[in-house]
């Protein structure tokens, strides 16, 4: 079955920095690849998401780009905000069994003043 | 207000007794999915349904039970608890799965502590 790997578990940054989480995955066969953001005490939420047809997705300060060959996609969120402090999760579905979601082990990412 | 509820939000209880999570949504969803979070695990599949009468087991299956009777409600069901069953549980509905826009939107969450 399909395996996610995210990096780092936790990520510290200054605001204005910019932040970056990475996640691997091991079946070829994936197509879809959202990121789920949750604030502490709060259900996940989605705030991007990419199919594998494509390279790069962007949505305000917060961007995805695929690597299909390397199996990897990242997640970059440009001029943090204290407000984008939470846990960020990756995942995965693979088009061999497009009913299972697969989650990478998310990261915390601390935006600090 | 589209939404998916879980019920109870918090449940205490002790090792075999049976308990049920309920989970329900409006937005007339053909896919549920439970979910349970751990510290360090992430988030990891119990069980998930395609459409009703459809269900089908994720990850971690051992120990819960799932029925879909009807297309808005998705129990998970632990008829027998055990302390490593102690976690917080999301369940999550969708249109489908593997699209864009097709967003699972998660319920608040059931703390769940078995002692």
């Keep these: 079955g399909e395996n996610v790997e995210q990096h780092p578990s936790t990520l510290s940054v200054q605001e204005g920095d910019s932040a970056v989480i990475k996640c691997t995955y091991s079946d070829s066969a994936s197509n879809y690849f959202p990121w789920y953001k949750q604030e502490l005490g709060k259900r996940p939420q989605l705030i991007i998401d990419i199919r594998s047809n494509v390279g790069e997705k962007k949505d305000q300060r917060i961007a995805v780009t695929l690597n299909k060959t390397a199996k990897h996609f990242s997640l970059h969120i440009t001029e943090t905000q204290p407000e984008d402090s939470a846990v960020y999760f990756c995942a995965a579905i693979s088009a061999g069994t497009a009913s299972k979601l697969t989650f990478g082990t998310g990261t915390r990412l601390q935006v600090t003043l | ?115």
């Design chain 2, 1 to 115: 207000e589209a939404q998916v509820t879980q019920n109870p939000r918090y449940l205490i209880t002790v090792t075999g007794k049976k308990l049920t999570v309920t989970c329900s949504q409006n937005m007339n969803h053909e896919y549920m999915s439970w979910y349970r979070q751990d510290p360090g695990l992430g988030l990891r599949q119990i069980y998930y349904s395609m459409n009703v009468e459809v269900t089908d087991k994720g990850d971690v299956p051992e120990g819960y039970k799932v029925s879909r009777k009807e297309k808005r409600n998705f129990p998970l069901i632990l008829e027998s608890p055990s302390p490593n069953q102690t976690s917080l549980y999301f369940c999550a509905s969708s249109l489908g799965l593997a699209a864009p826009g097709y967003e699972q939107y998660f319920g608040p969450g059931t703390r769940l502590t078995v002692t």
